[in-house]
């Protein structure tokens, strides 16, 4: 949808509306041919004249709602979209008019139609983060939740298209169609080059084209440097020297590189895994240097064009792409790539948004991305918002956006400030021994929230660690569990921090045998259950030991309950817990005969709760509880311990 040459990403899908249609005029295929060659100015103007002519009309309307689509003219889009809506059955056609209406605030009538396109493609990305995402518009909405300040950069921004800024050490690079020499069809701008300034002072100054091969009468847009600043990826059209494009006439977008000499760019040479019948574009390099990410509409993108990542090995030489796969890419437009801090930001049309590309970021976590998260307001408008890059160590960076194309004409830059963490909470637990100190592998570790409500669960690694990402200021709980170590909770106050690091002490299980003593600890229950809980079987196992161990053993089990509930229904309550503490034991291979039960419902509290509603949760977890009495043997503990001797 930019009003420069990165909309060349496009799959013209979708185009027949299913409407039953008169031959073509030779205005209408006229226009065609232009909207074909992407030059939608020039179709956008030959579809006016042939509405004209009174023929075609519906063809024309949603000709006209594509072409202002890819323009981003969400006004016009809109306009002529609705003219046609109601007699296309196409959900694409749905999908794109939904997200129109959204960029100009119509947010209600823009959830009827993304439903629509919900319910005729349901296996799609963005229909899947529909569903998933209920109440996304209020999140990105709400500005309490912001984590930028944005800013114009009125020193660098013409009324042409700029964007794409990023710094090479204290110079500011950034991509303008500034240069009037000669215009690009596409949208009638002029073609875009590379320019720089000085910014040592947080101020453009001295602003240039870049000296050296890189700049040419063609397009040269966004790039990236090399941790050493001493080579620039950059994205370049393909008919430098002569016109190549792909088989259906449209000339493709690929990545170069440069190298500094010491005054000026030069060496200009293609990557090798660019191609002539697909894009390839917008680069971003790792800060070590080991990996380039880049949009791409190759074989295998799900839908206009993806994000994709390549190695970059030691000698310089590449190895194959990779498609990031569904926790970045959807079936809309995925680009613009920046990678730092472990954090992948881009910008996309197909996740949740507020109408246009918005910007999202991902982190990469347990060897993987997380899903896609919108950065919310004020980084995302109704309009297209792009090429975000974030400095952490400056916490600042820069974006470009036509949110205020209606004021400026085109594409700006602003300045990007952060006021909380760029992305949500990393908590890093570790699960250890609390007596030895020692990690304790394949711990299971449980998140919930402050409610107790289940967010997910992880086995420890072999140093005992797991890690979460939660959303920043969330208050979270973590249990520890290990088999002969009893469970152990730590709460995790809500921060925005960026990152938390949480020890789990774990106690082993003391054996409960003594060679004078017998020690069986009660169980508990949870509120109005008798099921047997985890902890709970890690006691009664004890108890099966002692009595496999003591053949004379037997033992009388009496449960009990909280004052919740009538005293009748609390009675029965105990007596189910007494039986399933009883069945437990028989389970285990113990002779029911050796074994005894009541329940005593709610009239032994441990705690006395009057009134009721004075205790705690913690003391009324203490009163459901099974205890267990030793009944026999009347001989003492160590008198079998000499018998088996």
């Known amino acids: 949808m930019k009003k420069i040459y990165a909309s060349i990403f496009l799959i013209l899908f ?36 042939a509405l004209k002519k009174g023929k075609d009309l519906d063809y024309i309307y949603k000709r006209l709602g594509d072409t202002y689509y890819h323009l981003f003219d969400s006004e016009k889009a809109e306009k002529y979209y609705a003219k046609v809506i109601d007699k296309v059955s196409d959900p694409e056609t749905y999908y794109r008019y939904a997200q129109m209406l959204k960029a100009n605030g119509k947010y209600q009538e823009s959830e009827k139609w993304m439903k629509k396109f919900v319910q005729m493609r349901p296996s799609d990305h963005r229909a899947i983060a529909y569903r998933e995402n209920p109440g996304y518009l209020v999140k990105i909405l709400d500005k309490t939740r912001k984590k930028f300040v944005v800013t114009e950069e009125p020193s660098i921004n013409t009324e042409f298209g700029d964007y794409g800024a990023r710094l090479n050490g204290d110079d500011l690079y950034f991509v303008s169609h500034r240069s009037k020499s000669r215009a690009h069809k596409w949208d009638g701008q002029p073609f875009a080059d590379i320019y720089y300034g000085d910014y040592s002072q947080n101020v453009i100054s001295d602003i240039k084209e870049i000296p050296g091969d890189v700049n040419t009468k063609y397009h040269e847009g966004p790039f990236a440097f090399s941790p050493d600043g001493k080579t620039m990826y950059f994205t370049r059209n393909s008919y430098l020297k002569k016109y190549e494009s792909d088989s259906v006439g449209i000339s493709r977008l690929k990545i170069y590189k440069a190298t500094w000499d010491g005054s000026k760019w030069t060496n200009v040479t293609e990557l090798p895994f660019n191609d002539n019948n697909f894009d390839t574009a917008y680069p971003t390099v790792t800060p070590d240097g080991t990996k380039m990410f880049f949009s791409s509409d190759r074989p295998g993108t799900y839908g206009q064009s993806d994000i994709w990542v390549v190695d970059i090995h030691g000698d310089g030489t590449f190895g194959e792409p990779q498609h990031l796969g569904p926790e970045i890419n959807t079936e809309g437009r995925e680009d613009y790539p920046f990678y730092a801090d472990n954090t992948l930001y881009f910008s996309s049309d197909g996740w949740m948004g507020l109408g246009g590309r918005d910007i999202f970021a991902s982190k990469w976590v347990d060897g993987k991305f997380s899903r896609a998260r919108n950065l919310g307001v004020p980084v995302n408008s109704g309009k297209d918002d792009i090429t975000f890059v974030y400095y952490k160590d400056k916490k600042m960076g820069f974006m470009a956006s036509n949110r205020d194309a209606a004021r400026y004409g085109d594409f700006n830059i602003y300045k990007v400030q952060a006021i909380k963490p760029v992305f949500d909470v990393l908590i890093s637990a ?216």
């Open 14 to 49: 979708g185009l027949g509306i299913g409407l039953a249609q008169e031959k073509k005029s030779a205005l209408v295929r006229k226009a065609d041919k232009y909207y074909q060659n992407l030059e939608f100015i020039k179709a956008a103007d030959a579809y006016q004249k």
């Open 430 to 645: 570790v699960v250890v021994d609390a007596k030895t100190g020692k990690p304790i592998p394949g711990a299971v570790v449980a998140l919930t929230d402050k409610a107790g409500n289940p967010m997910g669960t992880k086995t420890a690694n072999d140093d005992g660690e797991v890690d979460f990402l939660i959303e920043g200021g969330k208050d979270v709980i973590l249990e520890g569990r290990a088999n002969e170590y009893e469970n152990a909770k730590v709460e995790v106050p809500g921060t925005y921090d960026e990152g938390v690091d949480v020890t789990i002490k774990l106690n082993p299980i003391e054996k409960i045998i003594t060679p004078e003593q017998l020690v069986i600890k009660p169980i508990y229950f949870d509120f109005d259950k008798w099921n047997i809980r985890r902890d709970a079987a890690f006691e009664l196992d004890n108890v099966v030991e002692a009595m496999k161990k003591y053949p004379d053993l037997k033992i009388h089990v009496v449960s009990h309950a909280d004052c919740r509930g009538s005293a009748a229904y609390n009675q029965k309550l105990t007596e189910k817990r007494a039986k399933a503490t009883v069945q437990y034991i028989v389970s285990k291979g113990i002779d029911e005969s050796r074994l005894t039960w009541e329940g005593k419902g709610e009239s032994e509290p441990k705690i006395k709760c009057n009134p009721c509603n004075s205790c705690t949760e913690e003391q009324h977890q203490e009163n459901r509880r099974s205890d267990f009495i030793i009944v026999k043997p009347e001989e003492k503990i160590q008198d079998y311990e000499e018998k088996a001797e």
